[in-house]
């Protein structure tokens, strides 16, 4: 697969409720081959590397994360919380969510019975 190197413009940033940041960005006029190779990227995990034109860079903030970004643990944790507060619960969190997280195993468990 092509890998893409062109000059760009961020036009706007938006922070996301799971931490990360959703970027616009502007490219220059563009032939229909440079495009598509655009659009195959579309969704997928890419390496990104942004330095401004017509400035010496002095030093680089490499992010080790990678996009997985959250355990699917932690992602199941912060839906509950959501959840939680989208229901407006007077119950304790914790309460709460141990509750539903033995209902999720409780659900694996029967599912387990039943192909024995």
Do not use: C, W
Not at 16 to 35: I, Q
């Amino acid at each position: 697969m092509k890998g893409v190197e062109t000059q760009a413009q961020i036009t706007s940033i938006r922070s996301k409720a799971d931490g990360s940041l959703g970027l616009s960005v502007n490219t220059p006029e563009l032939r229909a081959e440079e495009k598509v190779l655009f659009m195959s990227l579309q969704n997928l995990n890419v390496k990104l590397t942004i330095e401004t034109t017509g400035v010496d860079i002095t030093e680089k903030l490499k992010i080790e994360k990678g996009m997985d970004g959250k355990s699917p643990s932690e992602r199941l944790y912060n839906v509950i919380f959501r959840y939680y507060k989208d229901i407006n619960s007077n119950e304790d969190f914790e309460i709460f969510y141990r509750r539903h997280m033995e209902n999720i195993i409780d659900t694996y468990k029967e599912k387990l019975k039943k192909e024995y």
